[in-house]
């Protein structure tokens, strides 16, 4: 009677042991490698394996149609454990968001089971993490690839989990700024979390495609990262079609005061000062062909150089070219009697919508308020001076 007493208790130890050891191992942290190797698509660097009730997965990705073709039938096996995470946005704790193999879910549903094998990220415990979803990733293209301008889009809905956020500003140039204007490099400072992750995040961003990866987003948002993106320049308004244009150079250094305000005939004369500032004083300069619009922007970037020579803020584009729509000025007649080269004036102010300058890169006028420090180029066409047929400013 002991002896079969004492077999059942050493039965029910080694059935308890084997259950708790199946349950460790079931509960024990994968790798990302790990879980690849198990067929998971591998998005999270750690995860547990754990069975998750079905009824409480919440259906925030799309679940495929049921059908022969496409390999759903009752009574087939799932082996391939599913990704799913808690997600606080239903009901923390208690519900899980499908993040991988819809497929599976679907076909377990027709199964009749209850559970489902998944890796599961907890948003507790050492391996806390609260992922950033991105919906709709790589579903319109439908390529698992995306382009450089639709990943800055993606960049913006990325957001801080901490109160002191490293911040970074994604250039037109794809080059990360301090500032909003893009004037002052951003310097990383590796001893700080998510630092590392922008100058990261900036290296993928300078190649023209990449790979499809939910991961390094919810890395960056785990880190607490927030880039702000470069905002693409408004297109131009649709005018009245015209065939003739103004041009005004001006010291890149301006151009803040200009965004705001425009140009002003009681800034006239002081500028460069000078014998030349009486004649300039209560005007503004105009010059009314491509070529006289090359030869006093060069003459503007002369007269720059020799006044700031040394000064660091000359920088590589020190000049801004503007385009106006035309308008009645007067022809400019210098001292002595001498015609200036198509050079005209106005004594009336020019608002800032009604100016332009050319975007470098897009190789195509813009509206002032879209400049940003080293956008701006010169036309190297005539035909690129003037405004194309029936195409507004």
Not at 104 to 116: K, V
Not at 209 to 229: C, M, N, T, W
Request: glycine share 8%; charged share 25%; hydrophobic share 35%.
């Amino acid at each position: 009677m002991l002896d079969r007493l004492s077999r059942q208790i050493s039965v029910i130890a080694e059935l308890r042991k084997g259950a708790m050891d199946d349950l460790n191992a079931r509960r024990r942290v994968y790798s990302n490698q790990e879980m690849t190797a198990l067929g998971a698509d591998g998005h999270y660097p750690h995860a547990i394996r754990v069975p998750v009730p079905i009824a409480q997965i919440g259906g925030l990705e799309p679940v495929p149609a049921a059908s022969d073709d496409e390999g759903y039938r009752p009574g087939r096996q799932i082996k391939v454990p599913v990704e799913v995470e808690y997600s606080p946005d239903i009901e923390p704790g208690k519900n899980f968001v499908l993040s991988g193999g819809n497929h599976r879910l679907h076909q377990a549903n027709i199964n009749g089971q209850t559970h489902i094998e998944a890796f599961v990220h907890h948003p507790a415990g050492k391996y806390a993490m609260l992922r950033a979803r991105l919906k709709g990733w790589g579903s319109q293209t439908g390529r698992g690839r995306m382009m450089l301008n639709e990943l800055i889009k993606q960049l913006s809905v990325i957001a801080a989990l901490r109160k002191a956020t490293p911040v970074a500003y994604m250039g037109p140039d794809r080059q990360l700024y301090a500032d909003p204007d893009h004037t002052q490099p951003w310097k990383p400072d590796f001893s700080q979390p998510g630092h590392a992750r922008i100058q990261a995040m900036a290296e993928q961003a300078r190649s023209p495609q990449f790979a499809q990866s939910r991961y390094q987003y919810d890395v960056l948002k785990e880190k607490g990262v927030q880039i702000h993106p470069s905002v693409d320049p408004a297109p131009p308004p649709v005018a009245t079609p015209r065939d003739k244009a103004l041009f005004h150079s001006t010291p890149a250094t301006n151009m803040a005061s200009i965004k705001a305000h425009g140009l002003l005939a009681a800034r006239g004369g002081k500028t460069w000062g000078g014998g030349y500032e009486g004649h300039s004083r209560g005007r503004v300069f105009f010059s009314s062909t491509p070529e006289a619009a090359r030869q006093w922007h060069n003459k503007t970037a002369d007269a720059l150089e020799s006044k700031l020579v040394g000064n660091q803020q000359l920088g590589r584009n020190p000049v801004v070219m503007l385009r106006v729509k035309d308008r009645p000025v007067e022809s400019d007649k210098m001292p002595g009697g001498l015609l200036g080269s198509e050079s005209h004036f106005t004594t009336s102010d020019v608002p800032p919508e009604e100016l332009e300058f050319y975007h470098g890169k897009s190789k195509r006028w813009m509206p002032i308020k879209s400049w940003r420090p080293g956008a701006h180029s010169t036309p190297e066409n005539d035909e690129d001076y003037l405004p194309e047929p029936k195409r507004g400013m």
